[in-house]
């Protein structure tokens, strides 16, 4: 364990280890890695990974086989991928201030959705929905949390969500398990229901980066990630492989990390 890490949450219920869903700690083993440096990427739920690399759109499969390579055009930088449904993989271009689709052999379908056209100024966090044709996005300027829709269709708006809340910046927005987490480095983890309430709240000083599975929310700390669910008061603490990861996702039976220049996707050892 990291000495000197102070990891001070304040949580809904009585947040425990998932003991049925994680083992002990420090029994992590490397599967694979690829070599890229990318600025965004995900796994499907199918174990592909997808990856931005320079002006290339690439897709691999679980063992690390290259499928698909795509260009990219007229996009600007894709700062984010959410790649939920593997045949519906939403992209979201910061410096363009849009959202686009692609299909499972990352060609991209239809036009791209120009956030300005539906009155947000500047967004910065973005995630897909579970609800069909539907994806999040949260405008700093403004402080508006928005459910939109790909047939412009507008669902669901929050306004003055800052105040409401009291966060600084939200770095991290993901849709799971009918939930919506907030990620504030600087504050914690807010939860809200699909209409935007306010549910719970974790406050964490230390955490840089967060990845959510069925309720349980893994918050990347130094070189650990510690794991709570909703059952017990005690996290589970896992040691990383390194100390130069920067990113992480947790799915299924596996993590995947990202470097400088490394993605890697680790197991748990049996």
Request: aromatic share 8%; with cysteine.
């Given at each position: 364990m990291m000495r000197g890490v102070v990891f001070v949450l304040l949580f809904w219920g009585n947040l425990t280890r998932?003991?049925?869903?994680?083992?002990?700690?420090?029994?992590?083993?490397?599967?694979?890695?690829?070599?890229?440096?990318?600025?965004?990427w995900d796994v499907d739920e199918?174990?592909?990974?997808?990856?931005?690399?320079?002006?290339q759109l690439k897709k691999y499969d679980p063992k690390g086989?290259?499928?698909?390579?795509?260009?990219?055009?007229?996009?600007?930088?894709?700062?984010?991928?959410?790649?939920?449904?593997?045949?519906?993989?939403?992209?979201?271009?910061?410096?363009?201030?849009?959202?686009?689709?692609?299909d499972n052999s990352l060609t991209f379908q239809g036009e791209s959705f120009d956030l300005s056209?539906?009155?947000?100024?500047?967004?910065?966090?973005?995630?897909?929905?579970?609800?069909?044709?539907?994806?999040w996005v949260y405008d700093q300027d403004n402080s508006k949390l928005e459910l939109l829709s790909t047939n412009n269709k507008q669902?669901?708006?929050?306004?003055?969500?800052?105040?409401?809340?009291?966060?600084?910046?939200?770095?991290?927005?993901?849709?799971?398990?009918n939930f919506l987490y907030l990620f504030d480095k600087t504050k914690g983890i807010y939860k809200l229901d699909n209409y935007g309430n306010l549910v719970d709240f974790i406050a964490i000083q230390t955490g840089s980066y967060i990845s959510v599975e069925k309720n349980?929310?893994?918050?990347?700390?130094?070189?650990?990630i510690q794991a709570y669910s909703e059952k017990e008061s005690t996290p589970l603490v896992l040691s990383l492989p390194n100390q130069d990861i920067v990113q992480f996702k947790k799915q299924g039976a596996y993590f995947y990390f990202l470097e400088k220049n490394k993605l890697s996707k680790f197991s748990f050892k049996k």
């Open positions: 998932a003991s049925q869903d994680l083992p002990e700690r420090d029994t992590l083993e490397l599967c694979s890695s690829l070599v890229t440096l990318n600025s965004a199918l174990g592909n990974i997808i990856i931005v690399e320079a002006n086989n290259l499928l698909f390579t795509q260009s990219i055009k007229n996009v600007g930088k894709i700062t984010k991928l959410d790649a939920r449904n593997p045949m519906k993989i939403l992209f979201f271009s910061e410096d363009q201030q849009l959202v686009g689709v692609l056209t539906y009155g947000l100024s500047y967004v910065q966090a973005f995630s897909s929905s579970f609800q069909n044709n539907k994806f669902s669901v708006k929050v306004e003055n969500l800052k105040s409401l809340l009291g966060f600084n910046e939200v770095t991290q927005l993901i849709e799971e398990s349980i929310i893994y918050v990347l700390c130094g070189n650990e």
